[in-house]
């Protein structure tokens, strides 16, 4: 009985770690790829009030186009999509579209999605939970960790954004 009991707990242990490194049901379905997703930390993010950016790079392995609308996050009040041009920030109504097969970059001092109202500081070494909403595919919802970066150039103001219908 205790050699059965033993096997069993070691047939768990493994279905366990083998679950734990397949693909989720939501990475399937979504169609939607990715990865090297973070948030910065700055003096812009260190105090409730603050904003930051969130970066990634997103795949749409979908049959048709898509877009990136923004997303949600309980560590920020909204969360707008917005792009950098010639060092000023501003928002874009309407969302990052994603053509099929296509990888769209959200990076400092380009395009971006932006957290504003934070109602905690995101320092260095946060990690925040984040999900991406597109239209033409399944929401996506990741742990992201928070890190310096000197790159970028924008400015963030706490006065109203411009917003922009490209």
Known sequence: MRKISLLLFSIAVISASVLSVAPSVADAKSGVTISQAWVRSSSYSDHVGGMTGVFASITNRTAHAITLLGGNT?????????Q?????????????????????????GGLHLMLMGLNRPI????????????????ARTLKLIAKPVVAGGEVYSPSPIPSTGN
């Not at 309980?74 to 917005?82: G, I």
């Not at 320092?123 to 399944?138: E, H, N, P």
């Open 123 to 138: 320092l260095a070494g946060d990690s925040i939970v984040f999900t991406f909403k597109f239209m033409g595919a399944q």
């Open 74 to 82: 309980n560590v920020a009040s909204t969360v707008q999509t917005h």
């Open 84 to 108: 950098v041009v010639n060092g000023l920030m501003s928002q874009k109504s309407g969302g990052f579209k994603i053509a099929k097969g296509a990888t769209l970059v959200l990076q400092p």
